[in-house]
């Protein structure tokens, strides 16, 4: 049997939805090999679903012969491995034609990964990173957050504070790291939901602080949640997670939020 093979590769390929006037990425690769002069061999492999926090990505696999339909051959699926690195890039590829350049807000309490997240999501975005806490100090000529607090008040830091967030609402391409409690004034929200907003609900739910803003927290766009990523990702344990997981988690919260207000589901 001749088995002249023509190979078609187009992994990754760029897609243009009509819809959305957008280009989106997707990935499909096509082998046909040529059975003497008429007949056709075609094989497709394509990715069905990049769930992002899918280390093995499964993909679909169908035969046709000689326009016989896929259905009545024999398919099948296999795992390909695939590092967080690479998923990371490829779901930031993904949201960026979405995001327009609009900053990213992340919420949530004090050490609950803000500023190790966030750092993940301004590199691969290539967007810069902010501290609002730490702008807030440079305002103040350095003087510390604790300090401030000290020496004026709770009132005049959550002014300074609502003062740096009405600054950032009107840039690009930044990502903020927010204070724990930027979330309690309400001015606050007018300005963040200039951009996206995230909320890492990765902390310890027994302090009261968190019971008295877990409202306040939930005014934004997306929640990530440590819960959800490890049971997509079959984990029983959620110390386990990488910053880089939570931050293909709040990728992919981005972009269903960004879709949805579109109008796309
Ligand atoms: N997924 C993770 N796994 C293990 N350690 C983490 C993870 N994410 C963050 N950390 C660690 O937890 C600590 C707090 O993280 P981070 O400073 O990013 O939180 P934050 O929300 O920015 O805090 P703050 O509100 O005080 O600025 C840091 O020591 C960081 O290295
Ligand atoms: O949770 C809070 O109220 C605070 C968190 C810090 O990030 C600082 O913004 C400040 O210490 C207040």
Redesign the pocket.
């Known amino acids: 049997m001749e088995s002249k093979a023509v190979q078609r590769l187009q992994f990754p390929t760029m897609v243009y939805s009509e819809k959305r006037g957008r280009t989106v990425q997707s990935g499909s690769l096509n082998v046909s090999c040529g059975f003497m002069e008429h007949k056709k061999l075609r094989v497709f492999v394509s990715v069905p679903s990049m769930k992002i926090q899918q280390r093995k990505i499964p993909l679909k696999i169908a035969c046709s012969y000689n326009n016989v339909p896929a259905s009545t051959l024999q398919s099948g699926s296999f795992k390909t491995p695939l590092s967080e690195e690479l998923i990371l890039k490829s779901k930031s590829r993904e949201v960026e034609p979405y995001l327009s350049g609009r900053c990213i807000y992340?919420v949530?309490?004090?050490?609950?990964?803000?500023?190790?997240?966030?750092?993940i999501l301004s590199q691969v975005l290539c967007y810069s990173f902010f501290?609002s806490?730490k702008l807030i100090e440079e305002e103040a000529d350095g003087t510390s957050v604790a300090d401030i607090f000290k020496h004026y008040g709770e009132t005049f830091f959550r002014d300074k504070e609502t003062e740096v967030l009405r600054k950032l609402s009107m840039m690009q391409r930044h990502v903020i790291?927010?204070?724990?409690g930027a979330v309690v004034r309400p001015i606050n929200w007018k300005y963040m939901h200039k951009g996206i907003s995230i909320w890492?609900d990765?902390?310890m739910r027994l302090s009261s602080l968190f019971e008295e803003r877990s409202e306040a927290y939930a005014n934004a766009n997306a929640k990530v949640s440590l819960e959800n990523i490890a049971a997509k990702l079959g984990q029983k344990d959620v110390?386990d997670?990488?910053?880089t997981?939570?931050a293909i988690e709040a990728l992919e919260q981005i972009l269903g939020f960004l879709k949805s207000e579109d109008g796309y589901y």
């Open positions: 992340l949530g309490m004090m050490g609950s990964g803000k500023t190790t997240v966030g750092k501290d806490d790291s927010t204070g724990g890492l990765t902390f110390s997670l990488t910053p997981a939570i």
